[in-house]
Each structure stands twice: as structure tokens, then as C-alpha cells.
């Protein structure tokens, strides 16, 4: 097994980056890639190295999670072995690899890269201020999971608390600060250089780019924070990420372009061919398609029916909106040119179609068939130079997968 995951690796990476395409990349930029491997580098060892930090932070983390529990609960004890704190009958052992602590580490490494590449931009001195307060937030926010983890566990919910809250909360909390800070360092005139707005444009994307991914990445974190709640892959709260998304495409609707709606069979081509494979090669997983059965029956009637509708209608309606917005509408054509919404309708480079299919198909937990599917979806665009071809083929894909789903028990499909 591992000696065909090397292999594999070695030819994605071939495909990927050919070697004279390398070469001549490490010729003529080579700071980019020696700056990539050492960024890499020093958030493999920001991670560790904030591990090692438990030792000295984990008395501090431990109490402050007992204050903040004893709010609620009377019934809090910690120790008298080293890093356990109990709640009740419900009592966690918090060991370095997850403490949090390398969250800390990640958040100061992500502020410090951000500040230098945006050193043109910023008052560095000032700027670097935002490293401790990143710091004390990640702190004072991993005290915050702990004590709701043990909230959360003690009260009777222990799967939920080893599950969602035990790792995705510090995540979206991470996040948080981490881009918080950041939008702090952009958006407070106190840490910009006077007349720093005539750098504001180097390296970045187009400000029209948000309309198109904007949508997409509200639902992203609506999913992130919802499937804390995900039992047996069932995320009883889709609706959220559905409304989420739905709401920011509506803020944005006017700077996007006017669909263009005609009949075409190519979609229907593309959309067959993927539902086709995405249906045949999945392999079927009859215990997780259980599993994700008995959880979806536990609802009421009525909450069922209404969760089945909600799915149905955003990955056969809004999914293929948001995400062909984001894949072939805006990043495709970025990737010709960084003008993109000047790019001709049918433009396109073989770098262009492969790279925001790989981007797709990361999306996705079958990420080879998800690549797949945006080459699809992607010459279903180029074919008469129409977004909505590609909305299209794959709102019928997913519309074929749903078929499969409740007509024929391909619930490990949804789960």
C-alpha cells in the first residue's frame, strides 16, 4: 500500500509539474519554490514546537477551562493526575497532540508570513503588534473549546464532544483569529503606510473575484461549522450552509453576469458521463449507507421529509451555481489571465482546465472522480463559452446522484 501511494505520488507530481517545467521554474524563480518548502517547513515545526509548549501552558489551560465551567456546573475537578479535568462522570485527558497548542503555533506562523508579504503595504512595527494578540486569543480560545467540550460531554453528549467539538471547534476558532488579525492589519488605517493603497493591487486577485467566491465560501463555513453536529454522516443542519450561501449570491447577484440560457445537449452528455462514474466507481459502503440511514430515520417524519427536500434542492440547485462561479466561472479563467473577466468566453490553456479541475475534485471526498467531473463540467463551458452549460451539466449530475440516493439506497452516495 505505501509503495503504491509513492508511486502514485510520483506520477501525480510528473503530471503536475513536468520536469523541464520544473527546471525552468527553479531557474528562473527559484525564491518561489525555496520559499513555499520553507514556509511548509516552518508550520510542520511551529506545530510541534507549540506542542511542546503544553507543558508550561496546560496548568493555566486547565484552571481556566474550571472557571469558566464552574458558571454552569459546581461539579468541576482538576487533576490530581497530570492533564485531566473532569466534568461530572465525564473527564478528559488532554495530551500535547491535542491540547490546541499547535493551533497557537499555526496562528502566529500564518500572521507573520501575511505581514511580510505584506510588508509594502503595513507599518511592520505596528503590524507585528498583532502577533501576541493573536497569541492571547488562540490561548483564551482553546481555554473556550476545552470547557466546552467538557460542557457539552458532561451534560450527557459525550459523542458530540469527542466528535465535532473536539477538534473542528478549535479549527473554526483558529481560523478565525488567524484571519480576524489579518483583516485587522488590511482594514485599520493605523497599521497601513500612508498612500499604501498604491500597493494594494500587487499579487492580489481582482476585487470582482468575491462575487464569484463569496458564495461558495459562505456555505464552506457554514458546512465547517454545522458538521460539528454531523452524526453518522448525517449534518442535520444542511439547511444552514444552503441559506448561507444562498444569501451572499443574492447580495452579490448584480455583479455577476446575466445567465444565458438556450438549449444544448453537450450538458446532458456531461452531466451522464459523470453521474455514470461517480455512481459506478464509488465503491459501496452498505455500513456507512446504514449507518447514515438510521440517523436520517431517527428524525420525525416531518423533519425528515423537510431535510431530503432542503438536500435535493441545494446540490441539485444552488451547489452547481456556487461552485461553477468559483471553478470555471471565475478561477478557469484567472488562470488564462489575471484579467479574467476580459478573457474570451471560449479561452482557455490545458494548465487552465487542469488545475481548477484538481481544485474541484479537492472539494470533494472522491477527489480523482471530482477532478474527473470538472474536466466535464469544464468543456461543457468551454464548448459554446457558456457558464450556464456548465451549470447545467452539473446540476443534472447531481440531480442522477440524488436519483440513485432515494430511488435506489445509494445512501453512502449522501452520507
Wanted: charged residues 15%; neutral net charge; hydrophobic residues 60%.
Amino acid at each position: 500500500m505505501l509503495a503504491s501511494a509513492t508511486v502514485t505520488g510520483f506520477i501525480a507530481l510528473w503530471i503536475a509539474a513536468p520536469p523541464s517545467w520544473f527546471g525552468g521554474v527553479l531557474l528562473h524563480s527559484w525564491a518561489y519554490p525555496l520559499l513555499a518548502v520553507a514556509v511548509g517547513a516552518l508550520a510542520w515545526r511551529a506545530a510541534a514546537g507549540a506542542e511542546e509548549l503544553w507543558g508550561i501552558l496546560s496548568e493555566t489551560t486547565l484552571r481556566g477551562a474550571a472557571v469558566l465551567l464552574r458558571l454552569v456546573s459546581t461539579d468541576v475537578t482538576v487533576g490530581p493526575e497530570p492533564d485531566v479535568i473532569e466534568a461530572g462522570e465525564f473527564a478528559v485527558v488532554v495530551t500535547p497532540i491535542c491540547s490546541g497548542a499547535d493551533g497557537l503555533g499555526l496562528v502566529v506562523l500564518l500572521q507573520a508570513t501575511w505581514i511580510a508579504l505584506a510588508r509594502e503595504r503595513l507599518l511592520v512595527r505596528r503590524a507585528l503588534l498583532l502577533i501576541p494578540l493573536g497569541m492571547a486569543l488562540a490561548f483564551g480560545a482553546n481555554v473556550v473549546r476545552l470547557a466546552t467540550l467538557l460542557w457539552v460531554g458532561g451534560s450527557g453528549h459525550e459523542e458530540l464532544a469527542a466528535g465535532g467539538l473536539h477538534s473542528k471547534l478549535g479549527w473554526i476558532l483558529f481560523i478565525g483569529i488567524a484571519l480576524g488579525t489579518i483583516a485587522m492589519a488590511e482594514r485599520i488605517p493605523w497599521f497601513r503606510r500612508t498612500g499604501g493603497d498604491d500597493h494594494a493591487d500587487l499579487g492580489a486577485l481582482p476585487a470582482a473575484a468575491a462575487a464569484y467566491v463569496a458564495p461558495l465560501l459562505a456555505g464552506l463555513v457554514a458546512a465547517l461549522v454545522t458538521s460539528i453536529w454531523n452524526e453518522d454522516g448525517l449534518d442535520r443542519w444542511y439547511v444552514a450552509r444552503v441559506l448561507a450561501a444562498a444569501a451572499v449570491l443574492l447580495l452579490v447577484r448584480r455583479d455577476l453576469p446575466s445567465p444565458s440560457m438556450t438549449v444544448s445537449w453537450f450538458p446532458v452528455l456531461a452531466a451522464a458521463i459523470t453521474c455514470a462514474a461517480w455512481i459506478g466507481f464509488v465503491p459501496v459502503d452498505a455500513a456507512a449507507g446504514g449507518r447514515f440511514l438510521a440517523a436520517l430515520q431517527g428524525l420525525g417524519t416531518a423533519e425528515r421529509w423537510a431535510w431530503i427536500a432542503v438536500r435535493v434542492v441545494g446540490s441539485c440547485l444552488l451547489v452547481p451555481v456556487v461552485e461553477e462561479l468559483a471553478f470555471r466561472g471565475f478561477l478557469l479563467r484567472w488562470l488564462v489571465s489575471p484579467e479574467f473577466e476580459r478573457v474570451p468566453p471560449r479561452a482557455w490553456t490545458w494548465w487552465a482546465v487542469l488545475l481548477s479541475s484538481v481544485g474541484f475534485g479537492a472539494l470533494h471526498s472522491h477527489w480523482i472522480l471530482g477532478t474527473l467531473a470538472g474536466l466535464l463540467f469544464a468543456v461543457a463551458r468551454l464548448h459554446r463559452g457558456r457558464l450556464a452549460d456548465a451549470i447545467v451539466a452539473h446540476a443534472l449530475a447531481n440531480a442522477g446522484i440524488a436519483v440513485a440516493v432515494l430511488g435506489f439506497g445509494r445512501w453512502d452516495l449522501w452520507g
